[in-house]
C-alpha cells in the first residue's frame, strides 16, 4: 500500500544549526512533493514545491531536496530559529489526480 | 482577505446526531479538499472536489457525505456521528496542482 513516512519522533537542536527533516515514501510516483509548517491550533501553511525533475529547490533559509530513486525528500532549515518551532509535514501528489496525501509530520524543536 | 472559511469551530455532537461543517473559499480556486487530522494519523483527507460539480473520495470517506454548492463552497456532512469521528477537520482549497491554502479548523467532539 501507499505509504508516506516522517519521523515521528521530536527533533531538538540548538539555535544556529541547521534542523534536517526526512520523508519518505513508497508505492508512489509523485508528480510532486510539498511542505508545509502546522503551528498548533492552527491550519497547516505550504511552505514549498518541488517537483519530480527538480533535484533541489531553495527558499531564503529553506532547502528541499527530493531523490525519485531513494524516494525520499529532505527539508532543511539553516540558521535555525526558536520562531521555526512547528510541525513540518510533507505531502505528495501522483499520477493523474489532484489528491495531495499528507504524512503524518515532525515536531521541531529549536532550542535558544 | 479572508482566505478559507470554516464553520463552525467548535462542536460537540451526541453519537448518531447529525451536522454539517460548512467551508467557503475566496480566492477563485477549482479544487476543495476536507481533511480531518488525528493525533498520530497525521492529515487523512477525507474527500477532494477537482473542480464544481465534481467529488471524489479520499483515504477516509466512511460515514461523511460531501457537497460542492458551488465554486465557493464545500460542505462536509456527517449524517449519523460517532465517537470515531471525534477529530479536527480542515478544509482546504487549490488551484489544480497548486499550494494548499487551510482554514483554521473546526473541532468536533462525538460523545
Known amino acids: 500500500s501507499q505509504k508516506i513516512e516522517q519521523n515521528s519522533e521530536a527533533l531538538n537542536i540548538q539555535e544556529g544549526k541547521t534542523a534536517t527533516l526526512t520523508c519518505n515514501y513508497t508505492n508512489y510516483s509523485p508528480a510532486y512533493l510539498q511542505w508545509y509548517r502546522q503551528d498548533p491550533g492552527r491550519g497547516p501553511v505550504f511552505l514549498l514545491l518541488i517537483r519530480e525533475n527538480e533535484k533541489e529547490k531553495r527558499k531564503e533559509r529553506l532547502k528541499v531536496t527530493f531523490d525519485t530513486t531513494l524516494k525520499q525528500s529532505l527539508f532543511h532549515i539553516t540558521a535555525s530559529q526558536p520562531a521555526d518551532s512547528a510541525t513540518y509535514l510533507c505531502?505528495?501528489?501522483?499520477?493523474?489526480?489532484?489528491?495531495?496525501?499528507f504524512g503524518t509530520g515532525t515536531l521541531l524543536a529549536v532550542q535558544p | 482577505n479572508a482566505g478559507v472559511t470554516q464553520t463552525p469551530k467548535f462542536q460537540v455532537l451526541k453519537t448518531g446526531q447529525s451536522m454539517t461543517l460548512q467551508c467557503a473559499q475566496d480566492m477563485n480556486h477549482n479544487s476543495m479538499y476536507w481533511y480531518r487530522q488525528d493525533p498520530g494519523m497525521g492529515l487523512r483527507l477525507i474527500y477532494y472536489?477537482?473542480?464544481?460539480?465534481?467529488?471524489d473520495k479520499g483515504e477516509v470517506p466512511n460515514g461523511y457525505n460531501v457537497s460542492r454548492l458551488n465554486k465557493r463552497e464545500f460542505s462536509l456532512r456527517l449524517e449519523s456521528a460517532a465517537p470515531s469521528q471525534t477529530s479536527v477537520y480542515f478544509c482546504?482549497?487549490?488551484?489544480?496542482?497548486?499550494?494548499?491554502?487551510f482554514g483554521e479548523g473546526s473541532r468536533l467532539t462525538v460523545l
Open positions: 482546504a482549497s487549490s488551484e489544480y496542482t497548486g499550494e494548499l491554502f
Open positions: 505531502a505528495l501528489r501522483g499520477g493523474a489526480t489532484n489528491k495531495l496525501i
Open positions: 472536489s477537482a473542480s464544481e460539480g465534481t467529488t
